[in-house]
């Protein structure tokens, strides 16, 4: 039992933190079908507030996951968020350590 918790370990050591939180999660498996967003779109999708969606973009923007593009639509602004290829990368990255740690668990119930 020992190497299945070592093993467990090692596959949950490789999920990227920045996915931990649902809205973050959220957010890119949105954006990888749309490919962009607006944030008034994200924020209705994902049922958030204003300060709290602003907050989980500004991480994944330091990660380098997100592009946001800001501009006006006539006089009011609007803010544009797209998803990056490393953004891309990371999200499937993580699924596949998900399904990975999904069989290794299946395998140990088996």
Same mark, same amino acid.
């Given at each position: 039992?020992?190497? $299945?918790?070592?093993? %467990? *370990?090692?596959?949950?050591?490789?999920?990227?933190? $920045?996915?931990q939180s649902k809205v973050r999660l959220?957010?890119?498996?949105?954006?990888?079908? $749309?490919?962009?967003?607006?944030?008034?779109?994200?924020?209705?999708?994902? *049922?958030?507030?204003?300060?709290?969606?602003?907050?989980h973009l500004a991480y994944l923007e =330091? =990660?380098?996951?997100?592009?946001?593009?800001?501009?006006?639509v006539g006089r009011r602004p609007h803010?544009?968020?797209?998803?990056?290829?490393?953004? =891309?990368?990371?999200? =499937? *990255?993580? %699924?596949?350590?998900?399904?990975?740690?999904?069989?290794?668990?299946?395998?140990?119930?088996?």
């Amino acid at each position: 039992m020992v190497e $299945a918790d070592v093993a %467990i *370990q090692a596959l949950l050591g490789r999920l990227d933190d $920045a996915f931990q939180s649902k809205v973050r999660l959220g957010i890119v498996a949105a954006l990888v079908g $749309a490919g962009s967003m607006d944030f008034r779109g994200l924020k209705r999708t994902l *049922q958030v507030t204003d300060g709290n969606l602003a907050s989980h973009l500004a991480y994944l923007e =330091r =990660r380098e996951f997100v592009r946001i593009e800001k501009s006006f639509v006539g006089r009011r602004p609007h803010t544009e968020v797209f998803l990056t290829e490393e953004g =891309r990368l990371g999200f =499937r *990255q993580y %699924i596949e350590a998900l399904a990975r740690i999904v069989g290794a668990a299946g395998e140990l119930g088996a």
